[in-house]
């Protein structure tokens, strides 16, 4: 069963950095794109960014654009998620997610990022 595990999230100063991880274990098929959710409280999980493995495309929220970034480790089964000038509005459970080559998509656990004074 695929595992994905998610690591840095944590309460951050408006203004400040974090990165998040997250490790895919247990793939047994292609991995058609890698990304990045998030959940505020009483909101919609929403796309936060995302990367597509077939030419390597990415998408970002237009609330991210410039802030933060997606990256992929050299063995394409850990993303990255780089945030940057975070803002009390980037508060909420962060979820990884990986889309199969079928289409399936797969979630981890989540982890919370605070940001606040």
């Known amino acids: 069963q695929v595992q994905l595990v998610e690591s840095g999230g944590g309460l951050v100063q408006p203004g400040g950095s974090l990165r998040l991880s997250c490790v895919a274990s247990?793939?047994?098929?292609?991995?058609?794109?890698m990304g990045w959710y998030r959940q505020a409280p009483g909101k919609e999980r929403e796309l936060v960014a995302n990367?597509?493995?077939?030419?390597?495309?990415?998408n970002y929220a237009d609330s991210v654009k410039g802030r933060f970034s997606i990256s992929r480790a050299i063995n394409m089964n850990t993303v990255y998620l780089q945030m940057n000038s975070l803002k009390p509005e980037d508060t909420a459970v962060y979820y990884c997610?990986?889309?199969?080559?079928?289409?399936?998509?797969?979630w981890g656990q989540g982890t919370q990022v605070t940001v606040s004074s």
């Open positions: 247990r793939v047994t098929f292609n991995i058609y794109a």
């Open positions: 997610n990986i889309i199969s080559q079928f289409r399936i998509p797969y």
């Open positions: 990367m597509i493995n077939d030419g390597g495309s990415t």
